[in-house]
């Protein structure tokens, strides 16, 4: 079993940026791709960004194309979200979750491991 531990949210004005990241421990985190999804109060669970499991290929939502983006150090068994010009929109709790697959998934029922979640604030 892979447990997650999600840190580095936090309050920051709109433009600003976070950087969260996701550290692993339990079996080998190379061997599982990884997303981050997030919810926001009232609404349901959106995806966020995902990569592979070597770091090669990623997906982002259209939300947040061109201002985050993922990336991961399988030797420091972390993988982090840079969040650049963030918008009040992205006020959310974030967590990243992982699956033992090459591939990536939108949904989040196709992640097994879960993170207990960073809150990201953004405030005008």
């Known amino acids: 079993q892979v447990q997650r531990v999600e840190s580095g949210g936090g309050l920051v004005q709109a433009g600003g940026l976070l950087r969260p990241s996701c550290a692993a421990s339990?079996?080998?985190?190379?061997?599982?791709?990884v997303g981050w999804f997030r919810q926001a109060p009232g609404k349901e669970r959106e995806f966020v960004a995902a990569?592979?499991?070597?770091?090669?290929?990623?997906l982002y939502a259209d939300s947040v194309k061109g201002r985050f983006t993922i990336s991961r150090d399988n030797a420091k068994n972390t993988v982090y979200l840079q969040m650049n010009n963030l918008k009040l929109e992205d006020t959310a709790v974030f967590y990243c979750?992982?699956?033992?697959?090459?591939?990536?998934?939108?949904?989040?029922?196709?992640?097994?491991?879960w993170g207990q979640g960073t809150q990201v604030t953004v405030s005008s």
């Open positions: 339990g079996r080998t985190f190379s061997g599982y791709s």
């Open positions: 979750a992982a699956r033992p697959s090459y591939t990536y998934g939108i949904r989040s029922n196709e992640y097994d491991y």
């Open positions: 990569i592979s499991r070597s770091g090669g290929s990623t």
